[in-house]
């Protein structure tokens, strides 16, 4: 029976003057070794097969997939050519795959104009809003002026409006006025938006002519602190024909919200265009709900207009915040922030889970450590088991193969280009991106805005992602994304944005299981692979051209999908979230160093070792561990001095939770008395100060594309560009370690393992990265077990308490001065403890100042 | 009650075909010993209703949520959207603080004696469970108000199934499964460190068909995938490892079939099975590595060798390096003979214990000492 022929894809498109990929592979064991043949069958002769036209299928390899590249030459000619690639070989089923051509798009620098025409009613206004269509140079001004027509149109705002590299993918409003004039006649004029290098963009606007005119407040919406009041104003958008009272009364909402003055306003012939206060006040009440109202304008021969009043709680501005449980992390956590004048003033992270594993550890097999310590974490999976193991080699004094360190960095390497991506989507990805807004977004503008933003990404059916959100709001059950807080003022992508991270949010969740699959490849398994043990490692039989291959391929479409996703959306959060590349960052670094590329250490570490002070990157410090100290003062922990992790105690010891006293299951480390920040931003600076060229090039790259400077760095923005610089470095040096072990195996150097025997005494350090930050293990072995073993993590470095001097930890500091705009949705607290990556789980709720009261606050 | 039916699931819209996705509905109707004309009921039943979920995360350190995360079939995405109606997982859910415990507490009250509860990671009891909180009330007192008002439990990871890593003696926080703290009898337990996703979608495969809980063993195991001994079923791609301390012929479970991210699974990387899917086997099966682990090891794979092959290094590790040649010298063309007796191989031939100390695979026929 003729066996079939699996392909990827049906069709795929290709790029002109680029290439694609799809792959193949058989359905089922062939008789013996086949050939599948790659040939066009019909259509444009521009699109080729580059390579993979000739596959052959073994007995042995039939299901593992091959890859056809396709190539389009480029042509002058504007269209887009399709043909059909026909699959065939002997024993097996025809079948043929389509591919279409892409011309390539060149933008040419242009501003855009959200609409062409624009209806401004007369005596009122009208927005639109203009942006570049590509980065500028340097800033650049657009003015916008009347062209041509109606000169009762004009613009009232916004006629100049200076971009930067930073916001220039950013939307700026633009408001034009229709005067009220004596004609009946409806004017129109054509507006031109103009700015040097890059196209104009113009649009019609056309005067409404009002019959009545309108009633004008001075704001739709009005906040009102409880117990005080506020203002706005209400004017007439054309001058009456007699005197007008404009009646101003509450027609809806909280009692709670009264007029105190302005109710009734008179207008006049002479007066109308003269704004009139109106004056609210919120009654100081019982509730710690933040009621609202709607007060509605009303004038006889007038349309009717409504103004939302908003009581705002005093605990808005100031007031206990506690958030338990933090979600979208690893673990249990818990923060308390006190919240003065709108910002963070202070904060407390509280670790709410122990779970003894040191304790446990003490008098087994020191062989068993790896094995046992890998459990630590499921999320940063293999780190512990490759630290542990390493810690126990430095007490044994053993070096291992060269085989077995490219193996352990091949492995790590996976798990760094699994963990950071889901990261960016899954955990921290809510805090930027507004789900309900993509529900509004048109499709095809996606499309649109999509090749801007990430020209190289796979292309995406933006309509059946939106159709089958709107599928999952429709069921009534929103399971995973149910009660986000929709709506919120501090989310800024457009709906074609939000819906572009959210399809890349389901494409990263497929994505994942590949980068996975690497890992398991080499290890046996993920999470917890196991194949590495003191000694080396012991998957030498998978050692082979069969799983190394697959492992590459594997690692070509992670990296396609960090350099072509990953790497696009942190830009575009980047580019709409300015503000946040001076916020939430701390001062001092600390960064281990990790993948040895060489048996010398730290010189021979890919990401180098080193510290950063006092946000000075002229200066690389080297690390001495015995300037480590944990402290327990604010801990759970039995009372004692800081001691270094090589006689470090582990003793609990339960008390009330009391943020005064002791808070946190994590203990405080701290260099040299100090407070560092561990991870991929310390990881990053490091490199960048020490002048690593991989890291340096792709920060530079970063910088330069969003506008933004070193010193933007220091923050949360930084932190979550600093983690996707790396990723795509990383995996870049995996391809080179790759064709190393490669290169060994091939020159008949296949040794994976050291011998060696546990003796009856010794002491161990290992200093390694997870990718969450600095990771330590330090082992002390006495009668050939485990004596004392203690793990100082990176969630310990930036989660940890105040320790006996009062200093904070690293992201109990980084809070500071954060604002938070509405206390009920503390999205900003959010977004720079996500962007730390805890590795422990906690919660969220409010604590008033003044009643002393908790309420539990909503959060995303 | 918002509608339970939803045709989201569009394998092809998704770029997973048609036949691919009944291949593995196929799958798992085998795995269940239904017949294999079942793969459509699964198939519709994992695309149509779509039960109302909880997933609790106690002493764990997520590496069973990660698991599901790999799953393949339905991947994740479907299973997250498609399958369930998740209303609380805290790795991946939106809200966070109050807002979403209140999504826990209201899919337990509103959906009671119908929803089902997933459980990861064990339950610290020491201290009245002080050593785990989540939202200012501790695991212990969650655990004992949402988990019994649930249809189905299930015990996705050994820690949750019997305790795991955090009972291992001198177990300091007290750390139980659910079963041993609450002791109800609709707990299925799907232990492993990780457990395989395909068997907890198989049991929810199980429950939408059939409208029950699988068969169990007395471990409270569904028979389907912990039906059989690893050592059984295992293909022992480069040997036997039972000279390694495999605890194989002990542990029961679906590894070598159903293997890991499609791809591997611990003997498969040649190391040694440790009996993750068994009680207490941290403490059972330690240690993991048996005293002649190191120097056998660097011996059976002819790959790993440490050193030059050659027949003294074998005997070197244990018996320093000039035995090899008085030895062979002495007992002549009795050397191997002698030599199977002195290490007990006569008793052993049967296991493959020790044979790996002088031949490439444990048990191998290719004999490289030159006798």
Redesign the interface.
Known sequence: MAINIVTS?KSLSVPEGGNASFTVRLASRPSRTTTVSVTRASGDSDIRVASGASLSFTRDNWYRTKTVTLSAAADSDKVAGQAVFSLSGSGLNRTSVTAKEVEKITTPAALKLSVTTLQVPEGGTANFTVVLSAAPAANVTVNVARASGDSSLSVAQGASRTFTQTNWMTPQTVTLAAANDADSTAGQAVFTASASGYASASLTASEVESALGAIVPSSATLDVPEGGHATFTVRLGQAPSAGVTVAVARTSGDADLNVTAGASLTFTTANWNTPQTVTLAATADADALAGQSVFTLSAAGFAPVNVTAKEVEPGATSGRV???????????L?FELEVSGGKVAKAWSSV??????E??LAG??P??AP??TQ?????C?YIHAHCSARAIEDAVNLAIPDNARIVRNLILGAQFLHDHP?HFY??HG?DWVD?SKALTAAPAEAVLAARILAPNAPAI?YA?VQT?LK??VD???L???????FGHSAMRLTPEENLIVVAHY?EA??L??KA??M?????????????T????V??????NATRLN?FKAYLDEVKAFVADVYLPGVRLVAGRYPEWAELGGFDNFLAYGEFPETATEPAGLFLPRGIILGRDLSRVLPVDTARITEDVTRGWYAAGPALNPTVGKTQ?V?SS?DVDQHYS?SKAPRYDAQAMEVGPLARVLVAYAAGQRDIKAEVDDFLESTGLTADHLFSTLGRTAARAIETKAIGEAMSRWITTLEQNLSSGK?????????PQTGTGEALNEAPRGALGHWINIGSSKIGNYQMVVPSTWNFGPRDASGVAGPVEQALIGVPVADPQNPVEI?RVIHSFDPCV?C???LIEKETGRE?????? | M??RT???FDPE?R?ISRRAFLKYCGAVAVALGMEASMAGSIARALTSA?P?VVWL?F?????????L????GP???SI??DV????Y???????????????LEATAAQYAGQFICVVEGSI?TA?NG???????KTMLSIAQSIIPKAKYVISFGTCSSYG???A??????G?KGVSAVLGLSNIINIPG??PNPFNLVSTLANYLVAGQMPALDSKGRPTFAYGQTVHAQCTK??GCLEGYNCKGKTTYGNCPTQ?????????????QC?GCTEPNF?DAN????NTM???M??TY?K?????PLNNAAFCT?CHGSSTYSSRKQQYGSTFATRMHSEHEMTSRLNTNVGCANCHTAPGGTKIEIDD
């Open positions: 894809t506690v958030i338990d449980p933090v979600t979208r992390i690893e673990g249990h818990r709410t889970l122990y779970r003894g594993i304790q446990i087994r097999s062989l068993d094995i046992m459990r630590l974490c499921g999320v999976t889901v899954q955990l809510l789900i059916d059946a089958r599928a999952l069921s009534g059950n399971g995973p994304f149910g009660n986000s807080p389901l969740l497929k994942q299981v996975a699959k890992m398991a490849i080499l290890g046996g398994k993920n999470p917890h692979p196991q194949s043990v003191v000694g080396g012991t998957c030498g039989g998978e050692l697959a609990p339960w939770h299951w296949r040794q994976i393992f050291s011998s060696y025997s546990i959010l789980a919660g969220v709720h309420t539990h606050v909503k959060v995303i | 918002p509608p939803s045709r989201l819209a770029g779509k109302q995360n002493s764990e350190c997520t590496g069973c949520s990660e698991s995360l790999r799953s393949e991947n994740v995405e997250i959207f369930l109606n998740l209303n997982h805290e790795t991946i859910m939106a809200a966070a603080g109050a807002r979403a415990t209140e999504l610290p201290q002080v050593f785990g909180t989540i939202g200012g795991g890593l955090a291992a003696a001198p177990n300091p926080t750390a460190c990780p791609p480069y293997k890991f991210n499609g791809e591997s699974w611990c003997v498969q990387v040649e190391h440790i941290w330690a240690p993991f590595y682990w190191a120097s090891f660097a794979r790959d790993a060798q440490a050193h590790p």
